[in-house]
């Protein structure tokens, strides 16, 4: 009886604080599975506005830069912008379909296939408006954020171009 | 050869369809994914089919608007009228239709997957076998619902008014019933 005592109260401690450091492990693990503290937080990334028009404070209705001159500066911009502020949940280079988050290439997908040049235009309007409120605003779910609002955080041209970059990463499908 | 004559015939005639076939616009609505349609006036339209993913219909009056199978994925419809709708097989998972009236609208089959149906008047309405695991009834009216063998796996029910509603058959697993009237309590 002695001999055990003796032997309990030097062994005790070690499996305890193996055990602790075991749960303390899994209990992060868990928390970083938990959709509900999964929560992003919107970094601003870390690229300049180069030559871009200058927007202002007021969100434009629609993408000022889509088929005009800067249309390749905010392409080039916008892959910079996208891979620091979007890829982490979208994909590397908007170019893959097995992302965490949805695939952006398909946002303007049903407008692409429409015929009519006016009907076209007006549907990639509706799209422009989705997308900078999907930015501005982030995808908060029933109290769940899953995409963070970029609004403050993210300059106003760098998401238009973000959006022409991702428009150039078209595959051929319609 | 022959097959291959035919099946090339067929995939032409499709592409042709496909290309035909311009999308609708009722009222000043766009029919088509991620819509600008606040307030539209769509009573009655036929839009049985469409794809209105991501729409904002927020406000828009779509009384007896023919929805069924329509897919209104992540779409805002907070505050419309869809009063008598029919809404049969609608995907509608993350979709939004808080302060919405859907006074016996017809959500038979519907997937409502993480819908918000915060304050929502679904008075009378038929959502026998929807699936709404996840969704929000927060404060919402199902008075006289038809809920038959509809799943409610996860759902929030705070202060929903569940009184007289049909419930054969359905599933309630892991509810909020705080304030909720007429809740299974068991």
Redesign the interface.
């Known amino acids: 009886m002695e001999h055990n005592t003796h032997r309990h109260p030097r062994r005790f401690p070690v499996v305890g604080l193996r055990r602790f450091l075991i749960g303390l492990a899994a209990g992060a693990l868990f928390a970083s599975l938990n959709p509900a503290s999964a929560n992003e937080i919107a970094v601003a990334p870390d690229v300049g506005l180069g030559q871009l028009p200058r927007l202002g404070s007021e969100w434009q209705a629609a993408n000022p830069y889509r088929g005009t001159a800067a249309a390749a500066e905010a392409q080039t911009l916008g892959r910079a912008a996208y891979n620091g502020a979007c890829a982490r949940c979208h994909g590397a280079d908007a170019s893959t379909n097995a992302a965490p988050a949805p695939d952006l290439r398909n946002?303007d997908?049903?407008?692409r296939?429409?015929?009519?040049a006016e009907?076209k235009a007006?549907?990639q309007?509706?799209?422009d408006?989705?997308?900078i409120k999907s930015v501005r605003q982030g995808k908060v779910?029933?109290g769940i954020t899953h995409m963070p609002p970029w609004e403050g955080v993210l300059k106003q041209e760098l998401a238009w171009a973000i959006q022409v970059f991702i428009e150039s990463r078209l595959s051929g499908t319609r | 050869m022959r097959l291959f004559f035919i099946f090339s015939l067929f995939f032409r005639l499709t592409v042709a369809y496909a290309q035909d076939a311009e999308p609708l616009v009722i009222n000043g609505c766009g029919i088509w994914p991620h819509a600008q349609c606040r307030g539209a006036d769509l009573r009655h339209a036929n839009l049985a089919g469409k794809n209105l993913a991501g729409a904002d219909l927020s406000g828009a009056r779509l009384a007896r608007a023919d929805l069924r199978g329509a897919n209104l994925a992540g779409a805002n419809l907070d505050g419309a009228d869809l009063t008598a709708a029919r809404l049969n097989k609608v995907a509608a998972p993350t979709a939004t239709f808080r302060g919405a009236r859907l006074v016996g609208a017809d959500l038979e089959f519907a997937r409502l997957f993480r819908a918000d149906f915060s304050q929502a008047d679904l008075t009378a309405a038929n959502l026998e076998a929807a699936k709404a695991n996840f969704a929000w009834f927060v404060g919402a009216r199902l008075v006289n619902a038809n809920l038959q063998e509809s799943k409610f796996f996860t759902v929030n029910l705070q202060n929903a008014d569940l009184t007289g509603t049909y419930r054969r058959f359905t599933v309630f697993e892991d509810i909020n019933t705080n304030g909720c009237v007429a809740c299974p309590q068991d």
């Open positions: 946002l997908r049903s407008c296939r429409i015929a009519d009907l007006w549907c309007r509706d799209n408006a989705y997308f779910i029933l």
